[in-house]
């Protein structure tokens, strides 16, 4: 047992690890962890831990002011009178903490001889001096477990403090006991029902409702559950036998409290054979909101496991601390739409990849979820790092296959890494990673990217409704593959499910946009302008161009009038106005095809950008083009012809009756090669 208990937020890891070491150096034992979740299977062992220790101190600050686990650590230890606070800002402390002496450690940043700092050994030697019943304080020594690293973003560690040897020797265990592989963990996920901490009915419906909830989704996401019936089972003495007899490895847990009007969901991920937190996190939200935050919640634990599934499989013997590395990776993934929402957060879940690369080195996966990020917030970057990420995402995908020649994301972060132009080399590397796996869902998404450029919008909506299983909740695929339908014709199928999106995520741009797009292509001018008034519930995503344009652009289609016609037609042909891709799409809806080839003609010249985007003219918007002969010019140049011819796979329009010229013979007048 130790003298002392620290208490903390994680924010505050840094200064809290100098405070750990100064308490050792004055010959202390100090137990810190990570914050606790009282719901947690393991949180009656640390509760024993802060009964035992000699004293709790308490590290406040803003962070931890708004925990509640700090919180409960705080109560447990006043009830005790064992109570030590210090503050490392000037944050008000809560009642009735703030009713006690706290030590001023804002200025603090490791001196030994700092007043503030004596006045907290003071307190700390007055509660370590006290006499105690040591025989009732320690159990025998033979009963006493090895403790295991635990931690989610940051470490739970038993430091062994005192003088000599003995403690190094101690200490050198532990860590040689958290680096080696685990026992192989069995192969199904045990969800605790979702505790909820306060007792009224609201909150104990909202914690069965998400319990019953996530069982539904990993059970549709293939993950393998043990049935909900047999989970009260694992507890007590036999817990080994247990987990072994139901093949269990992994067990999540969580629960939900009302702060004021808020209601926060915890969540958590444990190795219950090596008494390990491998990930935990917490949201937030109004409580008349709580569909929303249920439904973040189950969007993110899916996508985090999805994201990591190939390092929980038994057969990975990842150590914890690997693990935990690349779950903390998966969900900065998530978190920051896959590193779309902004440069920070971009880098921010690069380096966190990384991280997770460095600790499993041998581990295909760790690579190849790198590789596969790089490769894909690759454009987006400065161009000044735009080479040095390639060479990175390149790397760290061929180190992938040749530890794993099967592993898709390896031949996904390829297949991104390949120019837009070369279709036939894109499909390829995204034909081998289903080969690998055949429902690897991010595999499936980008091959459908591929057949939809290249107008084989099909087979596009296929692949994407194989994708979108994978996480049903999350807009990713799911919004893609609603896109898909909109492409083939399919709108009522594309509404009904951009409807169900949209109830989830009501404050998502891309589906927005979606929905947009299913209004332009069906000419329901009159229900896009609607859509459109909505734009300031997206004023970070949507810029106002692309509102102002699309307004003008669907009045002028719904009056149906020849002179606002002719005077959009007119803006859009003077030079800048519009991008040449959208000046083509809106010319050709407002039915002047002859100055959408001529916009073309124009910008279209000489050898094309290899990472030109050629979607555009397949959407149904861009009909009225595909019907012209002239069409076929427009795709030699950007090498589609060439795709067409050599793979035998034409593009859908090619296969409509009433197409009044043939595919192939507009095609043989386009030899290899760009077409200016």
């Known amino acids: 047992m130790s003298d002392v208990f620290l208490s903390y937020a994680r924010r505050d890891q840094a200064l809290v690890e100098k405070i750990a070491r100064c308490l050792i150096d004055a010959g202390n034992t100090v137990w810190w962890d990570s914050e606790l979740l009282p719901h947690n299977r393991f949180a009656s062992a640390i509760e024993n831990e802060i009964r035992n220790a000699r004293a709790v101190l308490v590290v406040w600050s803003e962070t931890a002011v708004q925990s509640q ?147 539904n989704d990993l059970t549709q996401a293939q993950f393998q559950t043990v049935p909900s019936t047999e989970v009260e089972a694992i507890q007590g003495d036999q817990l080994a036998r247990q987990l072994k007899s139901l093949d269990v490895g992994l067990m999540f847990s969580g629960a939900v409290q009302e702060r004021g009007t808020d209601v926060t969901v915890s969540m958590q991920l444990d190795d219950p054979v090596q008494h390990a937190t491998l990930w935990t996190a917490e949201m937030a939200g109004k409580a008349e909101s709580f569909d929303q935050i249920q439904t973040r919640v189950r969007a993110l634990t899916i996508a985090v496991l999805n994201c990591s599934a190939q390092g929980l499989v038994p057969g990975a013997r990842l150590t914890d601390d690997a693990l935990q590395a690349f779950l903390h990776a998966c969900e900065l993934s998530e978190t920051a739409d896959h590193g779309m929402v902004d440069q920070r957060s971009a880098f921010a879940m690069l380096d966190a990849m990384r991280k997770a690369a460095q600790a499993a080195p041998d581990f295909a996966a760790a690579h190849s979820v790198l590789a596969k990020h790089l490769a894909f917030v690759m454009p987006w970057m400065p161009n000044d790092q735009v080479s040095s990420l390639r060479a990175e995402a390149e790397r760290e995908a061929h180190r992938a296959l040749e530890l794993d020649p099967r592993d898709p994301d390896g031949d996904v972060a390829l297949g991104l890494l390949t120019p837009q132009l070369q279709f036939a080399k894109r499909e390829a590397f995204f034909q081998q990673a289903l080969a690998s796996n055949p429902a690897w869902p991010h595999a499936n998404g980008f091959l459908g990217n591929v057949m939809a450029s290249v107008g084989r919008l099909q087979d596009a909506a296929t692949r994407f409704q194989r994708a979108a299983p994978a996480n049903s909740l999350s807009v990713d695929w799911s919004t893609q593959s609603a896109y898909g339908m909109i492409m083939v014709g399919q709108y009522t199928a594309a509404d009904r499910e951009l409807t169900r999106l949209s109830q989830l995520w009501p404050d998502h741009a891309s589906i927005w946009r979606t929905q947009l797009e299913s209004m332009i292509a069906q000419g329901r001018w009159g229900d896009g302008l609607k859509l459109l008034d909505r734009a300031n519930d997206f004023p970070t995503s949507v810029t106002t161009e692309f509102v102002e344009s699309n307004r003008r652009l669907l009045s002028v289609l719904q009056s149906n009038g020849t002179r606002p016609r002719e005077a959009l037609r007119d803006n859009l042909l003077a030079t800048g106005s519009a991008h040449p891709r959208t000046a083509i799409s809106q010319l050709t809806m407002l039915g002047f095809i002859d100055d959408a080839f001529a916009i073309a003609q124009k910008e279209f010249q000489g050898n094309p950008d290899p990472w030109s985007d050629t979607e555009f003219l397949f959407r149904p918007e861009t009909a009225a083009l595909r019907r012209d002969p002239r069409f076929m010019a427009l795709a030699a140049h950007f090498g589609l012809a060439d795709y067409w011819r050599s793979s035998g796979h034409w593009a859908d329009f090619c296969q409509d009756p009433t197409l009044p010229y043939s595919c192939s013979k507009e095609a043989a007048k386009y030899p290899p090669g760009p077409h200016p």
């Open 69 to 215: 686990w700090v919180r409960a650590e705080a109560e447990l230890a006043r009830a005790q009178d064992k109570l030590i606070q210090v503050a490392l800002d000037q944050s008000s402390i809560p009642l009735p903490f703030n009713q006690f002496h706290v030590a001023d450690l804002s200025r603090w940043r490791g001196d030994g001889d700092d007043a503030q700092w004596q006045k907290v050994l003071s307190s700390v030697s007055h509660f370590v001096q006290e006499p105690r019943d040591e025989a009732a304080a320690f159990p025998p020594a033979q009963q006493t477990p090895v403790p295991r690293t635990m931690s989610s973003s940051r470490s739970r560690r038993w430091l062994p403090l005192g003088a000599g040897a003995l403690a190094a020797a101690a200490l050198a265990t532990t860590l040689i006991l958290n680096r080696h592989p685990p026992e192989s963990r069995g192969q199904r996920i045990a969800i605790q029902p979702f505790r909820s901490i306060g007792g009224t009915s609201r909150l104990q419906g909202y914690a069965t409702q998400l319990s019953t909830s996530l069982q």
